[in-house]
Structure formats: C-alpha cells, structure tokens
T-cell receptor
Framework: SQQGEEDPQALSIQEGENATMNCSYK?????LQWYRQNSGRGLVHLIL?????REKHSGRLRVTLDTSKKSSSLLITASRAADTASYFC????????????FGTGTRLTVIP | DGGITQSPKYLFRKEGQNVTLSCEQN?????MYWYRQDPGQGLRLIYY???????QKGDIAEGYSVSREKKESFPLTVTSAQKNPTAFYLC??????????????FGPGTRLTVL
C-alpha cells in the first residue's frame, strides 16, 4: 500500500502544550500535505510541503520533511482546545496521477 | 459562496437497494474524487475523475459506480454488489490538470447506513 502511517495513533495533551505527530510513507513524492478532520466532518487542508523543501510554517503549524527517511512531522505550538481533531498526512507520488494517498491519522485531544 | 456540497448528510438504505450520493462543486475544479472512511480509519479512494466525461477506478471501486457528465457534479452510486457499504463517504475536488498532487477541497460527507 502507498498509504502513509501516522504516529502516534492518539495523542492527549494539556492546553498550551505543543503537539507533535509524525507521518511515514513509502514512495517518492511530489509533495506531502497535512489535513485536519473534526469529528463527523470533511477534511480541511492545513499545509503543503514540496519534496525540495525541508521545513514550512503557517501560523502555529510547523511541518518538516525528510525525504531520505520518507517521513514528515507536524508540530502544533501552544495548543488550544479547538485543535482537538484528527490529523492526516497525504502524499502525492512521483509518476502518479493527481491523486493523494492518505495516512491513517492521529487523533489529537487537547484538554482545557 | 464557493464550495463543495454533499447530500444527503445521513442516508439509510435497505440491503439489496442501490443508492446515489450527490456531490456538487462550484469551484470550477477539473478533478473530483470519492473516498470512503471507516471508523477510526484513513481515507480510501473509490473513484476519481480528472476531467468531464472521464473517470478512473481507485483502490476500492468494486460495488460502486460514478458518472461525470458535468464539470460541477460527480455522483456516486453504491450498488447492492457492495458487500459492506455502511461508511462515511467524502467527496473532494481539486484544480487538477497535472501530476502535482494539488490541494483537495472536501465536502461535509454523507454517512450511509445499511439496515
């Protein structure tokens, strides 16, 4: 399977703490994207990092990409209760169609 | 408002019946996608369409069918051949037009329950 895998599967932290979740994938990629899903809702795009980039920031989000290890991490700083959601990584493979392959997700709970 | 809509939000079906899930977008996107999500799982691709009048099978197309007669619409039919259709179905769209893996915009989803 080309699907990525997130680690950990579930993460519970106190409000104000940082949350880090990781994604590993199997194939060479064009880019890697992170999405957020609130319970019972559709996914919302958070950030895209291209294969030639190593780090990207967007507000309280920081994403890193290590193509030699085929892994990425998403850091959410100063977490809020409203950050409680599932987070998915998705990869676009080199030579593939314009499709994304989604990981299994990390369920983040931020305790107020 | 630009966006992607799915209807209905909840759908109940008796075993042996076909049912069609609606997906409409007014984002002028070329590409559209259907995913299935089971509890606690990631998304699995059912079908995708890069352009009007063309669509391709994804990883789990068996028991499903689609059409793409209009750019803004990509309905999914869950047929009686689908062995385990109870799931959350998500539709998405993207600019498409290449192999760059563009950002996808998702609808709110349809939860299908087979009784």
């Amino acid at each position: 399977s080309q699907q990525g895998e997130e680690d950990p599967q579930a993460l519970s932290i106190q409000e104000g703490e940082n949350a880090t979740m990781n994604c590993s994938y199997k194939t060479s990629i064009n880019n890697l994207q992170w999405y957020r899903q609130n319970s019972g809702r559709g996914l919302v795009h958070l950030i895209l990092i291209r294969s030639n980039e190593r780090e990207k920031h967007s507000g309280r989000l920081r994403v890193t990409l290590d193509t030699s290890k085929k892994s990425s991490s998403l850091l959410i700083t100063a977490s809020r209760a409203a950050d409680t959601a599932s987070y998915f990584c998705a990869t676009s493979s080199v030579g593939g169609a314009n499709n994304l392959f989604f990981g299994t997700g990390t369920r983040l709970t931020v305790i107020p | 408002d630009g966006g992607i809509t799915q209807s209905p939000k909840y759908l109940f079906r008796k075993e042996g019946q076909n049912v069609t899930l609606s997906c409409e977008q007014n984002l002028n996107h070329d590409a559209m996608y259907w995913y299935r999500q089971d509890p606690g799982q990631g998304l699995r691709l059912i079908y995708y369409s890069q352009i009007v009048n063309d669509f391709q099978k994804g990883d789990i197309a068996e028991g499903y069918s689609v059409s793409r007669e209009k750019k803004e619409s990509f309905p999914l039919t869950v047929t009686s051949a689908q062995k385990n259709p109870t799931a959350f179905y998500l539709c998405a769209s993207s600019i498409g037009g290449g192999r760059a893996g563009n950002e996808q915009f998702f609808g709110p989803g349809t939860r299908l329950t087979v009784l």
